[in-house]
């Protein structure tokens, strides 16, 4: 099973602060997604990554992909207190069976943004 | 009503309870999925359906027990549930055959096994 290791767990920044959250594999990602969980709601897909030292942006947020496609980093710039949530990374693992593929979650950071 | 809807929203059940989480989405998609957020673990995949058939089902405990009599609705079955068992029972689905395909969730069910 391929694990993933979200850094930091917490982070907590007041309001117009940047910040960077990483995930991390000991093994190769097909492709990566980034999700958030705002209180008492589901993850919400935020981007999906799949080119090695690929980078997508979101208006605020950042996402890059490392070159070798074993860790991916959000950055957000100036942050809001709407920004406050769980960022979860998953990767999706090809399994045998009618070609569906499991996502896995890693831990996530929850990021609290202080006006 | 459009998305992924789970109900109840909240649930506090005994131990000796029988109760049923239920899942509907309304997406067109062809695969659902039952997972659990605790506090101090990822989100944990717990049951797949691709095409109303079981294609995953990681070591869960018998206790839980899944359905989806169709591609629509989903249910997880509970039955004499531990304490331990209290988390987010989160719902999901996606259009599988593609692999970077979106995961729809639900806004889950928080259940207290007392």
């Known amino acids: 099973t391929q694990l993933l290791e979200q850094s930091p767990q917490f982070l907590s920044i007041q309001e117009g602060e940047n910040l960077t959250v990483y995930c991390n594999s000991s093994?190769?990602?097909?492709?990566l997604q980034w999700y958030r969980q705002e209180p008492g709601e589901g993850p919400v897909l935020l981007v999906t990554v799949v080119t090695g030292g690929e980078v997508k942006k979101l208006k605020r947020l950042t996402f890059q992909f490392g070159d070798a496609r074993k860790d991916s980093s959000l950055h957000i710039t100036a942050a809001q207190p709407g920004d406050t949530g769980l960022y979860l990374c998953?990767?999706?693992?090809?399994?045998?069976?009618?070609?569906?593929?499991?996502?896995?979650f890693g831990k996530g950071t929850k990021l609290s943004v202080i006006p | 009503e459009t998305g992924v809807t789970q109900t109840p929203r909240h649930l506090v059940m005994g131990m000796t309870n029988k109760k049923s989480l239920k899942c509907e989405q309304h997406l067109g998609h062809n695969a659902m999925y039952w997972y659990k957020q605790s506090a101090k673990k990822p989100l944990e995949l717990m049951f797949v359906?691709?095409?109303?058939?079981?294609?995953e089902n990681n070591s869960v405990p018998s206790r839980f027990s899944p359905e989806c009599p169709n591609s629509s609705h989903l249910f997880l079955h509970l039955h004499t549930l531990q304490p331990e068992d209290s988390a987010l029972y989160l719902c999901?689905?996606?259009?599988?055959?593609?692999?970077?395909?979106?995961?729809?969730f639900g806004q889950g069910t928080r259940l207290t096994v007392v």
């Open positions: 999901a689905s996606s259009q599988e055959g593609f692999m970077n395909t979106e995961a729809f």
């Open positions: 093994s190769v990602f097909s492709s």
């Open positions: 359906y691709n095409f109303k058939e079981q294609t």
């Open positions: 998953a990767s999706r693992l090809a399994y045998s069976g009618a070609g569906s593929y499991q996502l896995t």
